[in-house]
């Protein structure tokens, strides 16, 4: 499976501000994706980050507070904007095959801490 | 896609075989099962997954039953480090989303 690398794993950020956090892989995706943990939570998709194109969002997810950008088939970063305390969670990039039924493979993560 | 239902906890004894249950009872016939689990601190690490058949790994046994209803993953013997959140995913084919629940905290006892 594909080797994915985050970087900051972790970083703790002044309220107000935003923080860009990448994702690299060590082969050509298809599929990239972004995901939000909130302490004692779940994961939950925020969007897909498309090659060439504009990233599709999840309800509740909007491009102004999480601009993303695919500039290739092997990158892609998460900004998290203006941050609040509320936005203190794990961020994970995942990677999807070409095949629908290929299962996905997640990074670390990005811890993220607004104080 | 469906909705899947899995015990919030269970123990398991090291050594011992893991089997944790998943109910998808409103599965629909393009509908893929998946299994991630999730050691503390890091991103969830893929398992397995299946249709209809039952699938074996290195890592691990997906028994899914003829109506496809439930299945069981067994970890067949358990060791400390298998110690994490097991989530069961059904994912519909053509789909890309993945629909994380509360998962099952497997605990492994010395």
């Known amino acids: 499976s594909a080797v994915i690398s985050q970087k900051p794993s972790r970083d703790i950020c002044q309220r107000g501000t935003s923080l860009t956090i990448q994702c690299q892989v060590d082969s050509q995706v298809t599929m990239m994706f972004w995901y939000r943990q909130q302490p004692g939570q779940s994961l939950t998709l925020i969007a897909t980050?498309?090659?060439?194109?504009?990233?599709?969002?999840e309800s509740g997810f909007v491009i102004d507070k999480f601009p993303i950008s695919r500039p290739n088939l092997t990158f892609s970063t998460l900004t998290v904007s203006n941050m609040s305390p509320e936005d203190s969670s794990i961020y994970l990039c995942?990677?999807?095959?070409?095949?629908?039924?290929?299962?996905?493979?997640f990074g670390d993560g990005t811890r993220l801490s607004i104080l | 896609d469906a909705k899947t239902t899995q015990p919030p906890s269970m123990d398991c004894a090291e050594g011992r075989a893991a089997n944790l249950p998943c109910n998808h009872s409103?599965?629909?016939?393009?509908?893929?099962v998946y299994w991630y689990r999730q050691i503390h601190s890091q991103g969830p690490q893929y398992i397995i997954h299946g249709l209809k058949n039952n699938e074996t790994n290195e890592m691990a046994s997906l028994i899914i039953t003829e109506d496809r209803k439930s299945s069981t993953l067994i970890l067949p013997h358990a060791t400390l480090r298998d110690t994490a959140v097991y989530y069961c995913i059904v994912k519909q084919g053509g789909s890309e989303k993945l629909v994380f629940g509360k998962g099952t905290k497997l605990t492994v006892n010395p």
């Open positions: 995942s990677v999807g095959g070409p095949y629908s039924n290929q299962p996905q493979h």
């Open positions: 409103t599965i629909s016939g393009n509908e893929y």
């Open positions: 980050a498309n090659q060439g194109s504009e990233a599709t969002y």
